[in-house]
């Protein structure tokens, strides 16, 4: 266990990326190994034995399996075929541990992750130590000077890291089950609110570069490429992103009643699940609290929104007289902006309310919450799906899901980028996805536009 100082985050990430192009050192690989592989254990340490099992939902994987499978990513495309004399810890763990890789062979089914009371914890820390103490012997030979290699290990960096967060999204998720809502940690002091009245900030268009070629940078998902031009023309988007006080407007409003804000896809969705707030939302006594990973409070309205669907995403920015930005949209507004923000290593694991403006205008482009944008997740112009295994990584995931951006507090420090795109179905509403709205600029605001909707926070306490 570990209290609540900030979390030990990847410290040489930084460095690490630093040293751009140039072939990293052995030094700096086993590093970063050991850097990402304890702050898994990190976030690991906070949970029981029994914690660790639990699987709440099918969407949901217990801590313990998401410890064992990055292991097994690591072990199956990188000591398996590398490491001369490799000898698996268990020959079963392979069939345990795969996630959906058709091409590595059957597996456990994603459903009945839970069951698997055997292996033990114990056992899963000494498959990890084995799998760390082969890594090292691996990194430590010709490894470096292996590009290869060397772009596989970053894959297993950036997929281990996925991890982290989808540990930290399932594990609030079983806690939301029990009616004692169990403490993840203890939240950190925060800083003083310091939330803008909302206001829209235009955006030029043009024949704009969208995503990355891949071998242009240190690291990227193929997904994000290859480069190329898109025109977006000019474009609004909110300065801000929408935070609970907002939200409860379109609750109070009606926003759940009324079919003109929904697709019909959502509207239907809503009316089988009787959604009518945010996953985790619930009503004592006529005032909303939301369950968090620290703890079951009440909402404060000055926080930016989360675990709201696509549909829902959606359904509030056409109430609010906008829509949600395309990914290009996005992408662009962001630029170069340094990827700051609350991150996981803020040990928050929450957002917070926005306190400085801090990118010309804007507030929390990066951390926080994930934002819905209206893009459907398809491969981009030229996109090709690599040879071997690693190529279900992510193109054939590339059908009825939207894309989201920006990174959340649950995302490791060093994991997000201007390109990357994360993607879940419409929804999907366990992850932390949030709302940042957009509008033409064609067409002028609509009246009374938008200080009727998103009222200065002196007017909502006047
Ligand atoms: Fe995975």
Known sequence: MFGNARLVAVVSYYTYMNTSLTSPSTATLLERYRDVRSFTEQLASRLSAEDQLVQSMPDVSPTKWHRAHV??????????????????????????????????????????????????????????????????????????????????????FHHEQQHQELLLMDIKHVFSRNVGHPVYAAEPDRSAANVPEFSWIEVEGGVVDIGCNVADVEFAFDNEGPKHQQVVPSFALGNRLVTNADWLRFVDDGGYTDARHWLSAGWSHINETGWNAPLYWEQCGGEWFVHTLHGFVPIDPAEPVVHVSYFEADAFARWAGGRLPTEAEWELAVGDRPTQGNLA???????????????????????????????????????VVADGAVGEYNGKFMVNQQVLRGGCCATSPGHVRPTYRNFFPAHARWLFGGVRIARNVATPAPAPFPSAIFPSRDAETS
């Open 71 to 156: 292991t097994w990513f690591f072990e199956t495309f990188l000591l398996r075929p590398n490491l001369a004399g490799y000898e698996p810890i268990d020959p079963q763990y392979e069939y345990l541990f795969n996630s959906y890789y058709e091409s590595v062979g059957d597996r456990q089914l994603r459903s009945e992750r839970g069951l698997l009371s055997r292996p033990s914890n114990d056992e899963v820390q000494a498959y990890r130590k084995h799998v760390d103490a082969a890594m090292a012997t691996l990194i430590s030979g010709d490894f470096a000077e292996r590009p290869d290699l060397v772009d596989l290990l970053h894959l297993g």
């Open 345 to 383: 290593d803020s040990g928050h694991f929450h957002p917070v309310p926005a306190t400085v403006v801090d990118h010309d205008g804007f507030t929390q482009l990066y951390g926080d919450v994930w934002e819905w944008t209206s893009s459907p997740y398809t491969a981009y112009p030229g996109f």
